[in-house]
């Protein structure tokens, strides 16, 4: 069942952070999320996933590398009146996690664009590496220290960047992987993966 049953958050979007975009819609509508869920979102950005789900769930943390997102995030939960339900941290990826740290569930939009000759301001939120998959392919080997029995991951992935190598990391770690959204963009396809311990 998906989570967007009444509406859309509150949000806004502080300079410098990555706007809620396709990528953003295509990964929260493709979520399943169970009522008993330990939730962590990796790169919150704006915090609109996070604040979604933490209507709906008790136990939600969220991290981001940037400070500007994490006090963008922190400052849409107060819009939405859930600060109290959710932990925002800055950190690159999970390291700041304690080893003890468990999620049924854990999400991420990573960057996911291989590296140009182009710098913009948004870099950090969309370039993911020379092929675009390194960022992921370290998410993945973290995330899976902090899943619970029978835990879910979810990650977006680009057709331009080399899938191939993130299916490869999730099955290494013992992922049962599913491709469980996907949509046409511009020149690239977008994809939701959900992997299965």
Known sequence: ?????DGRPDIIVFPGVYPPSEDTYLLLDALDIRDDDSFL???CGTGFISVTVARRINNAVCID??????????????RNNLHRKC?????DLLDALSPSAKF?????????LPDDDEDTDLDHALVGG???VEITQRFIEQAIEHLTSEG????????????????QTMVKHRLTIDTVSEEPMFFEKIQVLRGTL
């Open 1 to 5: 069942m998906s989570i967007v049953d």
């Open 41 to 43: 979102e990796v790169g």
């Open 65 to 78: 590398t940037s400070l500007d997102a994490v006090l963008n995030t922190q400052e849409n939960l107060r």
């Open 87 to 91: 932990h925002v941290i800055e950190s």
């Open 104 to 112: 049924s569930l854990i999400v991420f939009n990573p960057p996911y």
């Open 130 to 132: 020379e092929t675009g």
């Open 152 to 167: 879910r991951v979810y990650v977006v992935v680009s057709s331009l960047a080399n899938i191939d190598s993130i299916f």
